[in-house]
């Protein structure tokens, strides 16, 4: 999936290069804004990005920058900071989704383990995670050794496929 393209309410969201086509930079992975790499790891980045907007109740990300700041904030290491009343739990949650190794992200499975506890119980009732599907979803999945690099460093596909060619520098 591509979270970032999934809100189409303000063009300035997006990066333009030439006439290649937009980027949603600032809902984007460091290695995606560099490589042009899109994994489900840089997914979890972007989800990051929506548990933001969600704590903020839809602010843009990374107010006040401009995309070409963004994209060099994030490069270098750079995260949105903490949202006024936002819990601890959440932000933490989000700092771990923006962790800038793809490989110290975790895994979507691993972020609704970690959820859990808050939601409440109709979850149990309509979630796909807990739905019998989903327990043999989660029994039929490998879980890998600290050393393994898995899917988080595997290419979904790379951003020039999509673009004609270009790729992002």
Not at 31 to 39: A, C, H, M, N, Y
Not at 125 to 131: A, D, M, P
Request: net charge neutral; proline share 8%; with cysteine.
């Amino acid at each position: 999936g591509d979270f970032g393209m999934t809100r189409d309410i303000y063009e300035t969201d997006y990066y333009r290069k030439g006439t290649k086509g937009l980027l949603p930079v600032r809902w984007m992975a460091p290695e995606s804004l560099k490589d042009g790499v899109f994994t489900s790891s840089s997914d979890v980045w972007s989800y990051g990005v929506v548990l933001w907007e969600m704590a903020t109740l839809a602010s843009q990300p990374y107010q006040g920058l401009s995309n070409d700041q963004v994209l060099r904030y994030v490069i270098d290491g750079g995260v949105m900071e903490r949202p006024e009343n936002c819990p601890d739990k959440l932000y933490t949650l989000m700092r771990y989704c923006w962790q800038h190794k793809p490989t110290a992200r975790p895994a979507f499975l691993k972020l609704c383990q970690l959820l859990l506890d808050d939601a409440s119980p109709n979850f149990a009732q309509v979630s796909f995670y807990h739905s019998p599907a989903g327990a043999e979803a989660r029994a039929s999945r490998p879980t890998p050794s600290p050393s393994q690099d898995d899917h988080q460093t595997t290419p979904l596909r790379k951003v020039s496929d999509r673009l004609g060619g270009y790729t992002p520098s």
